[in-house]
């Protein structure tokens, strides 16, 4: 856990941790030169599995994770925010879903939740699931949550941790190459974090023109490792703006995108037949909602119902109301307005 002025948030996520049924772990803090008083409330828990850094100026959060990854000595290493919560099952449903799968799999993550600062839960991340269902996201986003991750460090170290240039898309970024080596990203299919969103977040604070720069050197390199199908620079351009600023595309530029979009998917050699045929409609589906709803806010209970919605074609009914149910009570028990 990286932290830098964590405020009111960090108690919150740390109480989190240390409810988990999972026990045998160390939380290690990189405090990033806080000057805000927060650790100190952390430090008279006197809790022998928290262990704390200080970074001796301030670093940034992808340098501070760089100095988790270098200080951590365990072979899984977890990813949790200071302002973010982990439901009690986290840590045992993520190592009893990690040790299932082989050893390519070099990160495991999970679903998440998004709550607002009143702790009222907004919706449900549609977290992707399976192998060709991740690879197809990541041809335009990052695929799983980063926070709620775990990651094998030796896999991680191996690709060189996280890159420094970024400051928004690195876990991204981190995820692209692990793939190009050869190594593979899985997702619990457990609700089993919740991402907080609020004006201080790092996630909310100007981060649009940034994020669409590195997301689109990012997906520039995911398409060429997955796709035969070579894209130009303009191509780039229209294919990350049609998922991040959909409204900028003229009708006939988001036409053109959608026969990209097939032209694409359809190069892709680990997909074939009617799964080609599945995605390719997907994409163009996900492209047309953006662009419809480029703008528009939905209701809280808009997104609650769509997401619910969307869990139920997924899982089934039965599998998401018994998935959706447990994660619910969790969340009340911690104060969370579902």
């Known amino acids: 856990m990286t932290v830098y002025n964590p405020g009111r948030y960090l108690r919150w996520a740390v109480d989190g941790l240390l409810r988990q049924t999972f026990t045998d772990f160390t939380l290690l803090i990189i405090d990033d030169a806080s000057t805000d008083g927060a650790l100190q409330e952390i430090e008279k828990l ?6 704390i850094h200080r970074n001796t100026g301030n670093l940034g959060q992808t340098k501070s994770l760089n100095v988790g990854l270098r200080l951590a000595d365990t072979p899984w290493i977890a990813r949790m925010d200071a302002d973010d919560l982990a439901l009690p099952q986290w840590l045992a449903c993520q190592a009893a879903f990690g040790q299932k799968q082989d050893s390519s799999v070099a990160v495991v993550s999970t679903r998440a939740g998004v709550v607002d600062e009143h702790n009222r839960l907004l919706r449900i991340l549609n977290t ?10 990541s041809l335009w986003a990052s695929p799983i949550n980063h926070v709620g991750s775990i990651m094998r460090r ?10 420094e240039e970024y400051k928004i898309a690195a876990d991204f970024d981190l995820w692209a190459r692990l793939l190009h080596k050869g190594h593979a990203l899985a997702v619990c299919p457990q609700i089993s974090v919740l991402v907080r969103i609020h004006e201080q977040s790092l996630s909310a604070v100007n981060r649009l023109g940034r994020e669409v720069a590195e997301v689109k050197d990012v997906v520039g ?3 060429a490792d997955e796709s035969r199908r070579p894209m130009s620079a303009g191509e780039l351009d229209l294919w990350v703006n049609g998922h991040y600023q959909p409204q900028v595309l003229s009708t006939t530029e ?12 359809d190069a892709c050699p680990r997909l074939t037949g009617a799964v080609k045929a599945e995605h390719i409609q997907q994409l163009q589906r996900i492209l047309k909602g953006k662009r419809l709803m480029s703008g528009r806010q939905p209701s809280r209970s808009g997104r609650r119902a769509a997401t619910v919605n969307g869990l139920y074609r997924l899982w089934g009914r039965a599998s998401a109301k018994a998935v959706l149910r447990n994660s619910f009570n969790d969340m009340r028990l911690l104060g969370v307005k579902v």
């Open 46 to 51: 006197k809790e022998p599995r928290i262990r």
């Open 128 to 137: 992707p699931l399976t192998d060709a269902h991740i690879r197809l996201k």
């Open 154 to 163: 030796a896999a991680v170290m191996a690709v060189g941790g996280y890159n």
């Open 221 to 223: 390199r995911r398409i």
């Open 254 to 265: 988001f036409a053109q995108l959608l026969r990209l979009t097939e032209e694409v998917v």
